[in-house]
């Protein structure tokens, strides 16, 4: 994931007006309805309690005309966020409301020191897979088999507030560098 680039910010639609804020106990039916409509395999109201109960679990809610249009459940870990479920509202999609959520986590990443975004996305679920990547996240990885429901594959989608730029050469390559062999120099 990376954010930082600007090259980004030059292709960006206009923000809508929503106001991202704390998820409080009276969104939750406006958020079931949202996750519902969002997900073949639904987080249940007894899901949502149970995750955000734990201490390093924060909601937060996208609201427009005091109607709940998006949220986003995170972990706050040592040296990233990791996000447990995020989802618009099918009548909201495709306006901005996504991209100001997954904004608010990058300005996360550099008031808290955290520096990386992480997050697990279906294998089926290609429209994540695009939004997510259009926001900087990288596919890093694949989880075989990480749905229990359907046994399905997950991949591991990543954002770094620093990006590195450098490229990883094996060891075996970096012996030798403009064609010389630091072994035989020194024999």
Known sequence: MSFGNSSRSSSRRPQCDVQIRWMIRRDMPEVLD?????FEFAWTEEDFLCCLRQRNCIGMVAERQERI????????????????NFAVAPWSRRQGVGRQMVEKLVNKLSQQRRQEITLEVRETNLAAQLFFKQQGLAASNVLRGHYEDTDEDAYVMKYNLYPSDEQII????????????PEAEAA
């Open 34 to 38: 949202i996750e519902r409509q969002s």
């Open 69 to 84: 249009v998006g949220f986003m459940i995170y972990e706050l870990l040592k040296s990233h966020l990791h996000v447990l």
């Open 170 to 181: 094996p060891f075996s390559l970096r012996k030798r560098v403009n064609g010389v062999d």
